[in-house]
């Protein structure tokens, strides 16, 4: 079945500790999305890939990186994690960016 | 800011009965909408979706209508099952060079058997 993959599914770092999350997908789109989603709230985007072209919120910390070094897959990097950066990370993709997303399961970040 | 907003956190309703669940949104600029449903420890998959061109959109025992003059959609599920007890998020497209979507907070619905 074509899905999204998210790897690990539960990440603790300890506060200032970089972590890296990872995001696979098999469905071939082009765009790659990842979201922050704090308990009962809205899924926040951090930034998005249209293929290769990256595409930063402006709100989105410089404490947060992302790669996609192939079509299939795309990183997270947190370089100096708080504990403000506790949340469940959601990756996405969609073909064109026009229409539905396609979720992984996520990732829950635990700070200490 | 929130142009996307979902006003109830949770909805309970007897099975068999109808859902409602409603999406208010500031931005004249959205030209597509979607809902979205989350089961615990999975991510949200995809519901269905309405053009800003159109007022309802009709699969099955689901139905999302679209107001825009009062800048309001909503989902109605028909028979309501227990299986369908689950986050709803509403989201919101626009395009800005590319496409962007805002989501709403999400609304827990509770289906009782």
């Known amino acids: 079945d074509a899905m999204v993959i998210q790897n690990p599914r539960y990440q603790v770092t300890q506060f200032g500790k970089p972590v890296t999350l990872s995001c696979s997908q098999t469905?071939?789109?082009?765009?790659m999305y990842w979201y922050q989603q704090k308990s009962s709230q809205a899924p926040k985007l951090l930034f998005h890939y249209y293929d290769k072209d990256f595409n930063n919120e402006a709100d989105t910390p410089d404490n947060f990186q992302s790669r996609r070094p192939n079509t299939s897959f795309c990183f997270l990097d947190i370089r100096s994690p708080g504990l403000g950066d506790a949340a469940m990370y959601l990756c996405?993709?969609?073909?064109?960016?026009?229409?539905?997303?396609?979720f992984g399961p996520g990732t829950r970040l635990t700070v200490l | 800011d929130q142009q996307v907003k979902q006003n109830s956190p949770s909805l309970s309703v007897q099975e068999g009965r109808i859902s409602i669940l409603n999406c208010d949104y500031t931005n004249s600029m959205f030209d597509y909408f979607l809902w979205y449903k989350k089961y615990p420890a999975e991510g949200p998959t995809f519901l269905i979706s309405?053009?800003?061109?159109?007022d309802k959109n009709e699969d099955g025992r689901f139905t999302v209508f679209l107001n825009k003059s009062a800048k309001h959609l909503s989902l109605h599920i028909v028979p309501s099952q227990p299986g369908d007890s689950a986050v709803y998020f509403c989201?919101?497209?626009?395009?800005?060079?590319?496409?962007?979507?805002?989501f709403g907070a999400g609304t827990r619905l509770f289906v009782k058997a």
């Open positions: 996405a993709t969609s073909r064109d960016g026009a229409n539905e997303q396609f």
């Open positions: 469905l071939n789109h082009n765009v």
């Open positions: 989201a919101a497209n626009y395009r800005t060079g590319g496409f962007k979507t805002i």
């Open positions: 309405i053009s800003s061109i159109k």
